[in-house]
């Protein structure tokens, strides 16, 4: 069996998942939230920081003791069997498939806005889709280090911006007023979007030098994740009225005005380039991971689980998942394929592969601490479902569907017993 060169060491890796979760969410959700509920806006965040914890600590142990290139396919295959493991992949190819596109979208609208030039609404996905595959066939590391810029320029334009607003205008006391449960419970269902990501950096496991240090990378990225999520509500507390309108549609946009002056449009530009760029480039890395992945255990043409030589590097995947992604964002762009279909589907199923990673640890995972994570991860999950409503439930049904014909149509010839020794 061809392996993937472990080339990436825990710092690239804590930036690579940073990437893959910090995207479009960043750029809307802080701001909706807080149209909505007003200053009790953070509520559902912390409720959505905290519980998604156990379902973070079950990907983090199987990541550390199965790293590979099919993630929660390679989970779900080894504790539940090949059809749910095939399924799970199928699903996950097909999240990222619709979501990555959608995410280049919605960078491509931002720059075209700003600068008033609309064929940027689809020059722009083209253009960052391209660079992230001429970035993936240079190899994980590559990849990984530029990233790194994208995201710690991020960070520092994030953290001046909130510094500057809270300077300024004061910091504000959130509100301990409880909000309406329908209320709190659709923004709750929309602000999980920002914690799904975890599950698509499984995808890059196999290439890390030192598997035992994932749970750190989940910590660290985690932490990072949730501060940078505080500061932007900080700020927009401070500077903005929750009745503006602008929070629905471009809420990076007030808070560095508010907080810049003239200076806050060119840096609203720079704060959706970051993260859109660096999370279209990790996606694509990862997804021609899981491809490779998906190929190498049958579920995929055999031409897909071609590696260089030299680096062990999948170029051919590489090369079929940025093109694919390209088409799909043209058409995207141009209002051929319905642009938030490609944002509901996707987001539904990353949450359906979080439950799918919380089964297969339930059913690996030894001892008491597991199972009361178990426990934790299944009221989450069934919590979450049940807030969600129907389009959540048509993901699940999806994964019904593509499960229950994979295993119709037979079991291939099954390597779970010698994985689970190899592992």
């Given at each position: 069996?061809?392996?993937?060169?472990k080339?990436?060491?825990g710092?690239?890796?804590?930036?690579?998942?940073?990437?893959?979760?910090?995207?479009?969410?960043?750029?809307?959700?802080p701001?909706?939230?807080y149209?909505?509920?007003?200053k009790?806006?953070?509520?559902?965040?912390a409720?959505?920081?905290?519980?998604?914890?156990?379902?973070?600590?079950?990907?983090?142990?199987?990541?550390?003791?199965?790293?590979?290139?099919?993630?929660v396919?390679?989970?779900?295959?080894?504790?539940l069997?090949?059809?749910?493991?095939?399924?799970?992949?199928?699903?996950?190819?097909?999240?990222?498939?619709?979501g990555?596109?959608?995410?280049?979208?919605?960078?491509g609208?931002?720059?075209?806005e700003?600068?008033?030039?609309?064929?940027?609404?689809?020059?722009?996905?083209?253009?960052?889709?391209?660079?992230?595959?001429?970035?993936?066939?240079?190899?994980?590391?590559?990849?990984?280090?530029?990233?790194?810029?994208?995201?710690?320029?991020?960070?520092?334009?994030?953290?001046?911006?909130?510094?500057?607003?809270?300077?300024?205008?004061?910091l504000?006391a959130p509100?301990?007023?409880?909000?309406?449960?329908?209320?709190?419970?659709?923004?709750?269902?929309?602000?999980?979007?920002?914690?799904?990501?975890?599950?698509?950096?499984?995808?890059?496991?196999?290439?890390?030098?030192?598997?035992?240090?994932?749970?750190?990378?989940?910590?660290?990225?985690?932490?990072?994740?949730?501060?940078?999520?505080?500061?932007?509500?900080?700020?927009?507390?401070?500077?903005v009225?929750?009745?503006?309108?602008?929070?629905?549609?471009a809420?990076?946009?007030?808070l560095?005005?508010?907080?810049?002056?003239?200076?806050?449009?060119?840096?609203?530009?720079?704060?959706?380039?970051a993260?859109?760029?660096?999370n279209v480039?990790?996606?694509?890395?990862a997804?021609?991971?899981?491809?490779?992945?998906?190929?190498?255990?049958?579920?995929?043409?055999?031409?897909?689980?071609?590696?260089?030589?030299?680096?062990?590097?999948?170029?051919?995947?590489?090369?079929?998942?940025g093109?694919?992604?390209?088409?799909?964002?043209i058409?995207?762009?141009?209002?051929?394929?319905?642009?938030?279909?490609?944002?509901?589907?996707?987001?539904?199923?990353?949450?359906?592969?979080?439950?799918?990673?919380?089964?297969?640890?339930?059913?690996?995972?030894?001892?008491?601490?597991?199972?009361?994570?178990?426990?934790?991860?299944?009221?989450?999950?069934?919590?979450?479902?049940?807030?969600?409503?129907?389009?959540?439930?048509l993901?699940?049904?999806?994964?019904?569907?593509?499960?229950?014909?994979?295993?119709?149509?037979?079991?291939?010839?099954?390597?779970?017993?010698?994985?689970?020794?190899?592992?």
């Amino acid at each position: 069996m061809t392996n993937l060169q472990k080339s990436m060491g825990g710092a690239v890796g804590t930036f690579v998942a940073l990437s893959t979760i910090l995207g479009s969410g960043m750029m809307i959700l802080p701001g909706t939230s807080y149209h909505e509920l007003g200053k009790s806006a953070w509520m559902p965040w912390a409720v959505a920081a905290l519980s998604v914890i156990p379902l973070l600590y079950c990907y983090a142990w199987l990541g550390r003791r199965h790293p590979s290139a099919s993630g929660v396919a390679h989970y779900s295959e080894i504790a539940l069997g090949p059809a749910v493991g095939r399924a799970a992949g199928l699903l996950a190819t097909f999240a990222l498939v619709t979501g990555i596109p959608a995410t280049a979208i919605t960078g491509g609208r931002y720059v075209a806005e700003f600068s008033g030039a609309g064929s940027l609404a689809w020059a722009f996905p083209a253009v960052v889709l391209g660079g992230a595959t001429v970035v993936a066939c240079l190899g994980a590391n590559v990849s990984g280090k530029l990233q790194v810029t994208l995201i710690l320029g991020l960070f520092a334009l994030v953290m001046c911006t909130a510094v500057v607003a809270l300077s300024a205008h004061g910091l504000t006391a959130p509100s301990t007023e409880l909000p309406r449960f329908s209320r709190l419970g659709g923004v709750l269902t929309a602000v999980y979007v920002a914690f799904t990501g975890w599950e698509t950096v499984a995808f890059t496991f196999e290439e890390h030098k030192r598997p035992d240090v994932i749970p750190r990378i989940f910590a660290a990225s985690y932490l990072i994740v949730v501060a940078l999520y505080a500061l932007v509500l900080l700020g927009l507390f401070a500077a903005v009225n929750p009745g503006d309108k602008v929070l629905d549609s471009a809420p990076l946009l007030i808070l560095a005005e508010r907080s810049l002056g003239n200076l806050g449009r060119p840096a609203t530009l720079l704060l959706v380039v970051a993260p859109i760029t660096a999370n279209v480039f990790a996606s694509v890395l990862a997804l021609s991971r899981l491809v490779f992945g998906m190929a190498r255990s049958g579920y995929l043409p055999a031409l897909l689980s071609r590696v260089r030589e030299r680096d062990r590097n999948p170029v051919t995947s590489v090369i079929t998942v940025g093109s694919t992604l390209t088409l799909i964002a043209i058409l995207g762009s141009s209002g051929l394929v319905p642009f938030e279909a490609l944002f509901i589907l996707s987001g539904g199923i990353y949450f359906v592969l979080y439950g799918i990673g919380a089964a297969s640890f339930a059913k690996l995972a030894r001892g008491d601490m597991a199972r009361v994570i178990s426990v934790m991860c299944a009221v989450t999950v069934v919590s979450v479902t049940l807030l969600a409503g129907p389009p959540m439930w048509l993901c699940w049904a999806l994964f019904a569907v593509v499960w229950l014909g994979t295993a119709t149509l037979g079991r291939r010839p099954s390597t779970v017993g010698r994985r689970r020794v190899d592992s």
